[in-house]
């Protein structure tokens, strides 16, 4: 008998992002707790299976990662390097809950790879997991089942930790700063059509950088406000960049066009720029003033009014 495949029974759940996401631990916790039948999904143990068989076969098991914390929904951010031994060969193990949130497109050394998501729930974490863990989204290659990601969720903090190389950023090691005020990690990025973008050329103007998705309902729900300024503010010096994460051109450009954006949206924000800018949720935004620098961070279904006030500011301040 044909052995299915781990994807082929989650097409329901392509795209969707898990309302927990962007939960506190709390609140999670806050559900009655149920069954082991109800809360494992078959597909994604069968990913989580093929994961660990991977790292069993290759005896894989110390890696030179970077690690990302987040504090306080982003208000402090601090980068390090460090070598970890995950246990990856037994991923599938201690697991309470295990579901797949979705697909998306991955750059890995400067090439588009496919990956599923998986959500992730334990009665046990591997050692030196972040304090106080309450799930950890784990993004896997879908064709070597390679780990790149791993975003680990606790009530006030999170952790991301990169397998893929990347290296720190200069300036952020040791205790948590506010982005406030940083200069804007510099990125070029391309649009559906294939024109370039780059963040430094735009130096003179205020730029707004907004991380989303198609499938985020937040992400959404913010787009028509940005819009908006687009049409009102651009002719003051506004700039806004929708920096799409995880989707092809096709599927960005059908979007804008059905929902007849204007502003510029960019694709292959993850993962290169979206660790630059130490995002864990969206969306993310940003409002990056005439000098450079990041004048405000929001995140999640925030006040658009924020958004417009930090907007109208940095416009005002010559």
């Known amino acids: 008998m044909t052995k299915p495949s781990a994807l082929s029974s989650f097409a329901v759940l392509s795209g969707v992002l898990l309302a927990s996401l962007t939960l506190p631990v ?6 009655p707790r149920k069954t082991d039948s109800e809360l494992i999904n078959d597909s994604a143990m069968e990913i989580l299976h093929r994961t660990a068989e991977t790292y069993r076969k290759s005896g894989e098991s110390e890696f030179n990662v970077t690690i990302q914390k987040l504090e306080n929904g982003g208000e402090k951010v601090s980068e390090r390097s460090a070598v970890r031994r995950p246990g990856f060969d037994q991923i599938d193990q201690h697991v309470r809950s295990a579901v797949i949130a979705r697909e998306e497109r991955y750059i890995q050394q400067g090439k588009p790879v496919a990956i599923v998501i998986v959500r992730v729930m334990r009665d046990e974490w591997p050692e030196g997991t972040l ?42 090691k040791g205790e948590g700063v506010s982005m406030i005020g940083m200069e804007a990690p510099d990125f070029t990025l391309s649009d559906p059509s294939g024109k370039t973008v780059h ?22 729900a913010l787009m028509p406000h940005i819009q908006k300024m687009h049409e009102q503010l651009a002719a003051k010096g506004l700039t806004i960049l929708g920096l799409d994460v995880g989707e092809d051109a096709d599927t960005v450009a059908k979007f804008a066009k059905e929902q007849s954006y204007t502003f510029p949206l960019l694709l292959d924000a993850e ?20 000098a450079g620098r990041i004048a405000f961070r929001g995140m999640g279904s925030g006040k658009p009014t924020d958004l417009q006030a930090a907007v109208e500011n940095a416009l005002s301040n010559d």
């Open 26 to 31: 709390a609140a999670q916790n806050s559900e």
């Open 131 to 172: 304090p106080g863990a309450g799930y950890a989204m784990y993004r896997i290659d879908q064709k070597t089942f390679k780990v790149y990601k791993v975003s680990t969720y606790a009530e006030n903090t999170t952790e991301i930790t990169f397998y893929g190389g990347e290296s720190p950023a200069p300036g952020m």
């Open 199 to 220: 963040l430094r050329d735009l130096r003179g103007k205020v730029v707004v950088v907004d991380f989303w998705a198609t499938w985020c309902g937040p992400c959404r």
């Open 271 to 290: 993962p290169q720029v979206t660790s630059r800018y130490f995002v864990q949720a969206y969306p993310t935004t940003f409002v990056i003033d005439r």
